[in-house]
């Protein structure tokens, strides 16, 4: 019987240990799940026969490394920073490891000894990371096999509400760490190509500097870039184009609105509020304004210069960041402090359904003819059982387990799944899985090139 280890139990992990649980039943595998907080993790005991968990401090090295012993397989579900931990033990103990995190420096300082150890260690297997790589590299390979070159990439994502459950001004609730929402686009300026042209986006602009993205049957979206583009570049080997943008998608006018807390500096979580226990939400925000006799509505309408009665404000409003309620925390930067705010006010319901919403538009040349294709994926899934960003995390790493235990990658080393070994079976079985993209194709002018 071979085991698989899961460490870490969140959002995203249902789905993976739903598909883990079945392909096991098949195959005589068992599932091993632990998290730092058992209340989470025993109900997948009860619910799964092949799945047995328990609780675990992932830094205590003897209980981790104990439980890895006894694994064919870890797949790491745990917040990024913990990463490192899990690859070193697998590492010693010559265990492969998935996980749907960026490889980071630490892990690849260790590259050189997983490659010589025969190890499987495939990072960057999820969504956003993941199916992205996947989905982009089969066009990728697709035109490079009709001897074409790739002249412009463009690649969007975002994890949203679906119609029907976006009820609110902003049409976004959380559906993944409302941490990392909080501080979209805080790791540095963000880098992309157009038209040959470099650009650098400093965070406090990367809301105004939007792309708008038109999804077959779901309409207009807008997108803001991400931090580093250009690093795909040498990773898809994109070095003929000319433009190399991927960007975050929400729907129309959640940046505009967000824009104005970046402006304020809100979204900060470089120090720590003075007096925040004593706070309202009204004055907390009153504390980043210029002092004014005008009511806070006014002033803070005034200051990121919009009209009192627009949309944006409209959105700021309902947030309650203006209102007189004690914010309840004993200390807190600005960004603890709009996180617990947003975490009320953007909280899915259980009823709810969410959306994930990718699409890559490639323009490519092939001898003198000039083309474009564009790839859209929506998901839909349901927050009380398996939502859709659990799905298209979860999904590919549990078919890339799958392919791993039954030795069909002969790929070794830190890896990500850019190979057609990996990416096209994954592919074909998360279409099997209703998780599937829409091809269009278009033959271009010259002169309609981007």
């Not at 799940?33 to 026969?49: G, L, R, T």
């Not at 990024?80 to 033990?89: G, K, L, N």
């Not at 066009?139 to 029907?164: E, K, N, Y």
């Not at 092939?366 to 349901?382: A, F, H, N, P, W």
Request: with cysteine.
């Amino acid at each position: 019987m071979k085991k698989i280890l899961i460490l870490g139990a969140g959002r995203s992990a249902a789905a993976l240990i739903d598909y883990l649980s079945k392909e096991g039943q098949k195959n005589d595998w068992q599932i091993q799940v632990v998290d730092a907080a058992p209340d989470v993790i025993h109900q997948y005991e009860s619910k799964y026969e092949n799945v047995k968990a328990s609780a675990l401090d992932v830094l205590d090295t003897s209980a981790r490394e104990n439980l890895m012993q006894r694994a064919n397989l870890v797949i790491s579900m745990l917040p990024a920073r913990f990463h490192i931990h899990a690859a070193e033990s697998c590492l010693k103990l010559k265990k492969h490891l998935l996980t749907a995190s960026y490889v980071d420096d630490e892990v690849q300082q260790l590259a050189g000894q997983i490659k010589q150890a025969g190890l499987i260690f495939l990072y960057e297997c999820g969504l956003d990371p993941g199916i992205d790589h996947m989905s982009a590299m089969q066009m990728i390979d697709h035109i490079r096999s009709q001897g074409g070159h790739v002249t412009s990439f463009q690649s969007f994502c975002g994890g949203l509400m679906a119609p029907g459950s976006d009820d609110n001004p902003w049409r976004y609730k959380f559906t993944w760490n409302p941490r990392n929402v909080v501080l979209a686009g805080k790791g540095g300026t963000a880098q992309y190509i157009y038209k040959g042209i470099y650009k650098n986006i400093p965070h406090h602009q990367l809301f105004k500097r939007l792309t708008m993205v038109e999804i077959p049957e779901f309409g207009e979206f807008e997108s803001y870039p991400n931090r580093d583009s250009l690093n795909y570049r040498e990773l898809y080997g994109l070095y003929k184009a000319e433009t190399v943008l991927r960007g975050t998608l929400r729907r129309p006018g959640f940046c505009s609105a967000w824009h104005a807390f970046v402006q304020l500096g809100l979204t900060d979580d470089s120090y720590l509020v003075r007096n925040v226990e004593n706070m309202t939400y009204a004055e907390f925000t009153r504390s980043y304004l210029p002092y004014s006799k005008d009511d806070l509505l006014t002033n803070f309408s005034r200051y990121i210069g919009v009209d009192i009665s627009s949309e944006v404000m409209q959105r700021i409003k309902w947030l309650g960041i203006l209102d007189e309620k004690p914010i309840g925390l004993k200390k807190a930067t600005p960004a603890q402090v709009m996180q617990q705010l947003l975490e009320n006010k953007w909280k899915a319901d259980q009823d709810d359904e969410d959306m994930i919403v990718m699409q890559h538009q490639l323009e490519y040349q092939i001898e003198d003819e000039l083309r474009k294709s564009t790839s859209s994926l929506v998901t839909i899934g349901q927050i009380a059982t398996y939502s859709a960003m659990s799905k298209t995390v979860g999904y590919p790493l549990g078919i890339v387990a799958k392919l791993i235990l039954q030795n069909k990658i002969s790929e070794r080393g830190l890896m990500i799944p850019v190979h057609k070994e990996v990416y096209q079976p994954v592919l074909k079985e998360l279409e099997l899985l209703n998780i599937k993209f829409i091809e269009e194709e278009e033959q271009l002018t010259s002169a309609s090139i981007s």
